[in-house]
């Protein structure tokens, strides 16, 4: 077989360029993960790097360890990443690892590392820090983000929101579908005043919110009561939604409890028996559907009434001088009747679980940080998964060594290696995340 190009090389190419390349097969997708097409997925390294192969159905079924020189393979440019090919042209020559590279490549060294430490975990561990006094009123002169959470029953408290609603289990999303809620605490201002509330939005486009009149009804008294309040005790509201399940007609004022009965089928998807709200109200001219007509009067002027989103309750409770965070829970507990205990939000642990991870790091590792921060992602992340992770990123590649250093820190702290990223000569990038295991 002719020369051979390092995959270092090839994964700077364009797309559609041929290549003899060597390699070792180092992880291979499980078929149930791959595209019914494709006979063998995975990844192929040479030691100086590692690149995604895809193969059709004109290659020896591989096992992971396998070593192989591969003759006429194809770059695959997808997205700025380059992949390459198993095709018919593909002539194959099985050699050693003495043909490859001297030890373990960097790359495995890497996949091990990511495997290290405990499985990572669907949830943030809430009971890690203690709360202070000083970190109650270390952040007093900013009181519009709540960095702790108030663990209470809210179906027993009575704070003075829903002391003024009659119905309060009707006002989503603060009902009692669950028995306990996060109250949040703001923190302590420089007048000794609690700032206690409840952020929360009522819904969104997709149509999630619960859709009865009844519903409505309670959410509109609250903005009533909310226009009408003053003082200390304040809700907070901005922006409109579509109450995406009702419906008023603009021509006679009937009102429709259950739209979804009036839309029609989508024709993008048959299977499905009626239109999305989001098709209906928010699309209907790029999708060319047309609005259904009013049941009482036949025109076609129905439309969502408006009610508040982006909620945000609160109340302020006059503390004396000289208290402890336990007499600051009994505090809270008297005037919102339940029993209190506070603790971080999930972000700020998030927070002091980094910075304790980073203080463990030798001083070379540290300097080298150019940038750390807390991340989230919801069900529309990666793979549909919800994580909330740490991201360290570097302003070099990191040895093998300084990444088992970093992976052994992490697991002290009670965390695993979620992910590292491609490196480069001037940058690298080391999740340490929160979400599910895949695996598992």
Known sequence: MSNFTQLKHVMGADDSEWFTVRGKITQLKPKKDIHDKMAQEGYLSDGTAEIRFVDWGDAPKFEEGDIYEFESIVTNKYRGNISISITSSTQFKEITDNDLFDGKPREQIIREVEQMGPKNKSHVDTLKYEVSVEDLKKDSSNLEKPLYYIYCNLSESTPFWKKNISNWNLIPPIGTSMRYHHLSLYGINSTNEIVVGRKGSLGGITGTVGGSRKNYEEVMKLKEFADNTSGLKTIEYNSSILWMNLANCNNCGFEVDEVKNLIGVNPYNPSETYLSYYDWWKDTERHNIDVPE????????????????????????PMSENYTVHDVEDKIGNALDFDATIRFTRDKILSLTMNNIVMDLSNEIQNSISDKRTKAT???GVRGINRRYIRLQFNRSLTEDELIEIADCAIKNGEGIGRIKKDSVNRMIIDLTFHENKSS
């Open 294 to 317: 009013c049941p009482e009067c036949g025109e076609k002027e129905l439309e969502p009434p408006e009610t508040p989103n982006k909620w945000c309750f609160k109340q302020k409770i």
């Open 378 to 380: 919801g069900n529309r």
